[in-house]
């Protein structure tokens, strides 16, 4: 049913209803067989963290429209004189 509610993005109020009634008989079952929920730590390392993240972002350029400091004005135009 999970498969089925996420490949259609959605469900009916029906289909949810029949979700949670099941949900909550198969946690019954598993309550009465004794099976018990226990939080696992999933947390990675410190090591695994630094190891698996993301390469860091390249140096903005020290010139252009992505540089940090914009550049500065253009020279304003030489007025041509009239003969």
Do not use: H, W
């Not at 099941?22 to 630094?50: F, H, K, M, Q, V």
């Not at 903005?60 to 009239?82: C, F, H, R, S, T």
């Amino acid at each position: 049913m999970e498969a089925q509610f996420a490949t259609n993005g959605m469900a009916s109020a029906d289909q949810l209803d029949l979700y949670g009634r099941c949900a909550n008989s198969l946690r019954r079952l598993l309550e009465s067989t004794g099976l018990e929920r226990r939080p696992r730590d999933i947390t990675p390392s410190l090591g695994d963290y630094i190891a698996n993240r993301a390469p860091a972002k390249p140096k903005q350029p020290a010139v252009g429209p992505d540089a940090l400091e914009p550049l500065p004005p253009p020279p304003a135009p030489i007025a041509k004189a009239n003969p």
